[in-house]
């Protein structure tokens, strides 16, 4: 199968190693497939660790049939596994690698483009980031709120433990003591005050008339 789309062309490949390998051994679908695997749109989730391998045996199936070797089925499996597999003894894999030196394959080239499921990620969130699904309103709210609350929390714990310190060392006297971290939101137009979770919840200042975007 020696399909060279021309849209592979005019794809803005990334700079990292998979994007750089993807253009070498000519994958131009690689990277729908990845998010499509990730993100579980298909029928099945991957992880990034067997979006690896995934990756790893469409770069050696292309080098094989740059070789011109015939494929038989499961052979590309068969053969990676030959090579990276921790349980296989490294007579074998030698003989492997030999086996696919002597049919042309540059094998030593091919494995140092195999990815690890850390560049898999990288590229996934960092390069392709764009194409994979972009949080709804709803979720950007609620990861602002755990950020809020989790800096709130934080600004009460190390408060109770300043003034408990002052109070030990005799600097400070107060008896029995709670402290609150409330952060409070005033709209400049109209000056009414809100509770970030309050704002957060309502979304707008009641003197915003715009129930522009009600996007549920
Ligand atoms: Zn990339
Ligand atoms: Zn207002």
Redesign the pocket.
Known sequence: MTERTHSSESETA?G?K??RVATEYELPNLDDELVTYWTGDGDEQLSTRQLATYVNQRVLEAALEDANILLKDGEIENTYRLLTDDDVSSGTQVQTRNELERDGVPIDQVESNFVSHQTVYN?LTD?LAATLETPSDDERVERSADKLGALQNRTEAVTTDTVAQLERNDILDIGEFNVTVSVTVTCEDCLQEYPIRTLLDERSCDCQDSSADETR
């Open positions: 990334c990292c998979l994007g590229h390069c």
